[in-house]
């Protein structure tokens, strides 16, 4: 079997093979994302004040 110097990577989050899925930078934007809208539960409900 060959062994390659480079390990195929296949991201199974977005299915690129650029990077593998620990370094998929569409899977880390998503996870920040989602971690400011859990811990952000606030600003949103300004409008609501307003009537
Ligand atoms: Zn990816």
Redesign the pocket.
């Known amino acids: 079997m060959l062994h390659s110097d480079t390990p195929a990577k296949c991201?199974s989050?977005?299915?690129?093979r650029e990077?593998d899925?620990e370094d998929?930078?569409?899977?880390k934007a998503d996870a920040e994302r989602q971690r400011k809208e859990q811990q952000g539960q606030g600003p949103a409900r300004e409008g609501l004040l307003a009537t």
């Open positions: 991201c989050y977005c299915g690129s990077h899925y998929c930078p569409k899977r």
